[in-house]
Each structure stands twice: as structure tokens, then as C-alpha cells.
């Protein structure tokens, strides 16, 4: 008997083993992650199986799908068998996906505390590589009326208008509004600005009773809340 080998091309395999006939027969979550990248790269190369070619990719950020996200196009054409369409295939492909999770989380229609707000803008603003901030403007009952990004910037900061911010509030009919910004850093301590900037918005906020009611600061696995801390 034939022992499977990645230098073999798909083709070559047993039926069942083929990711694509796999998929159909026993469904999508017998695949695994480099079975599910090899359908998206479509096909190999002589010298390697596009599952091996998937593997290998998955290998290079430690087996974390989120981490492959983060990858340009450029950057995954660096591996060899990856060109430009299949580069652009496996970006569009986990785009879709994280879109999918933010999707998911859009159930979220009440703020009842800030664990809520951290899983409506995480998908979002969670894993960016630069900060944007984003506003949740509430009505009375704390139902998210609309959610909107405000500014964005790059690695270290970003500017806000605090009167970009309220007329949307007034625009919606909001009577609270939660703010939230990303630290691509990693770090979840709040910085002077960011202590600066929640004072003026609750401030402004105030003269038009509209309540600035937290302030988050998000990241890949965690956050930060203001109101949680005591600091509004």
C-alpha cells in the first residue's frame, strides 16, 4: 500500500482523504485548519501537496488562525507556491471570516455590563494592527442604536472630535453613548490622552444630556473599562 506523502498531489489520494471530497462526504468540521487553507490555495506544486503548503503556513504562525489573519498579501507571498491569487484568496477568505464572527456578535442589541461591549467590538477593532476608535450610541434602555467608528489612526494614537461624536448622538436620538478604542500595543493600561479625552466627551456630553457611560479600551484578548475601574 501506497503511504501518504505531502510531496504527493492531491490528486493521487484516497477519495476520502481529498480535502474537497472530504468536506462533502463527512462535512466541514472533520477538516482540519490545513485542509481548509489547502482548498482555499486550490491546488500544490510538484514538490509539495497544497495541505503540506497549508501546514506549512500554519506552522509559521504557530497553528493561531487569528495570527494568519493579521498576514498581508505580501507577506504570504514570501512562501513559496503562493502567488499573488492564491495569496489574495486565503486574505479574502479569513476576511470573510472574521466579518462572519462580528456578525455573529451583532445579537448583542442591550448593554448590560462592559463584557457586552467587549464582545460587539472585538471582532471589529480587536486584532487591528492600528487604533480606531468607535462609538455605541444607546437609547434609554441601553439598546445599541447604532454603532459607528468616529477616527481612525495609526499605531500609537488617534484624534477625536468630540463634536463629530455628539451630533451623531443627536442624530440617532441617543441618550448614552459608550466609547471604545483598540491599543494594537497589547497593553490595556489607559494613557493620560485617553483619560484627557473620556473627561472631555463626558463633559460635553453632560451640557446636552447625553451620558458618556464607559470608556473601553479593547485588545485581541482582553479589555479595559472605565466605568468598571471607577474613572468616569
Same mark, same amino acid.
Given at each position: 500500500?501506497?503511504?501518504l506523502n505531502s510531496s504527493f498531489s492531491i490528486k493521487e489520494w484516497n477519495a476520502n482523504d481529498r480535502p474537497r471530497e472530504k468536506l462533502i462526504v463527512q462535512g466541514k468540521n472533520s477538516l482540519t485548519d490545513a485542509e481548509l487553507i489547502a482548498i482555499l490555495i486550490g491546488s500544490g506544486s510538484r514538490e509539495e501537496s497544497a495541505v503540506g503548503l497549508g501546514k506549512r503556513i500554519l506552522a509559521s504562525v504557530d497553528h493561531k488562525i487569528n495570527a494568519l489573519g493579521k498576514l498581508s =498579501?505580501? &507577506?504570504?507571498?514570501?512562501?513559496?507556491?503562493?502567488?499573488?491569487a492564491k495569496a489574495i484568496t486565503i486574505v479574502a477568505g479569513l476576511e470573510l471570516g472574521r466579518r462572519r464572527r462580528g456578525e455573529d456578535e451583532e445579537a448583542v442589541s442591550k448593554i448590560t455590563c462592559s463584557k457586552d461591549v467587549f464582545n460587539l467590538l472585538n471582532p471589529v477593532i480587536g486584532d487591528l494592527e492600528h487604533e480606531e476608535f468607535w462609538?455605541?450610541?444607546?437609547n434609554?434602555?441601553?439598546? =445599541?442604536? &447604532?454603532?459607528?467608528q468616529v477616527s481612525i489612526g495609526g499605531k500609537t494614537g488617534t484624534l477625536v472630535d468630540a463634536r463629530i461624536v455628539f451630533r451623531s448622538a443627536l442624530?440617532?436620538?441617543?441618550?448614552?453613548?459608550?466609547i471604545a478604542h483598540n491599543h494594537p500595543s497589547g497593553s490595556l493600561r489607559p494613557s493620560k490622552s485617553d483619560k484627557d479625552l473620556t473627561q472631555k466627551l463626558k463633559l460635553a456630553g453632560s451640557s446636552l444630556?447625553?451620558?458618556?457611560?464607559?470608556?473601553?479600551?479593547?485588545t485581541e484578548k482582553n479589555y479595559f473599562s472605565f466605568a468598571d475601574e471607577s474613572l468616569l
Amino acid at each position: 500500500m501506497k503511504e501518504l506523502n505531502s510531496s504527493f498531489s492531491i490528486k493521487e489520494w484516497n477519495a476520502n482523504d481529498r480535502p474537497r471530497e472530504k468536506l462533502i462526504v463527512q462535512g466541514k468540521n472533520s477538516l482540519t485548519d490545513a485542509e481548509l487553507i489547502a482548498i482555499l490555495i486550490g491546488s500544490g506544486s510538484r514538490e509539495e501537496s497544497a495541505v503540506g503548503l497549508g501546514k506549512r503556513i500554519l506552522a509559521s504562525v504557530d497553528h493561531k488562525i487569528n495570527a494568519l489573519g493579521k498576514l498581508s =498579501v505580501k &507577506q504570504l507571498m514570501q512562501f513559496k507556491g503562493i502567488g499573488e491569487a492564491k495569496a489574495i484568496t486565503i486574505v479574502a477568505g479569513l476576511e470573510l471570516g472574521r466579518r462572519r464572527r462580528g456578525e455573529d456578535e451583532e445579537a448583542v442589541s442591550k448593554i448590560t455590563c462592559s463584557k457586552d461591549v467587549f464582545n460587539l467590538l472585538n471582532p471589529v477593532i480587536g486584532d487591528l494592527e492600528h487604533e480606531e476608535f468607535w462609538v455605541l450610541f444607546l437609547n434609554n434602555a441601553n439598546k =445599541v442604536l &447604532q454603532k459607528k467608528q468616529v477616527s481612525i489612526g495609526g499605531k500609537t494614537g488617534t484624534l477625536v472630535d468630540a463634536r463629530i461624536v455628539f451630533r451623531s448622538a443627536l442624530e440617532y436620538g441617543a441618550t448614552g453613548i459608550i466609547i471604545a478604542h483598540n491599543h494594537p500595543s497589547g497593553s490595556l493600561r489607559p494613557s493620560k490622552s485617553d483619560k484627557d479625552l473620556t473627561q472631555k466627551l463626558k463633559l460635553a456630553g453632560s451640557s446636552l444630556d447625553i451620558t458618556v457611560l464607559d470608556h473601553l479600551i479593547i485588545t485581541e484578548k482582553n479589555y479595559f473599562s472605565f466605568a468598571d475601574e471607577s474613572l468616569l
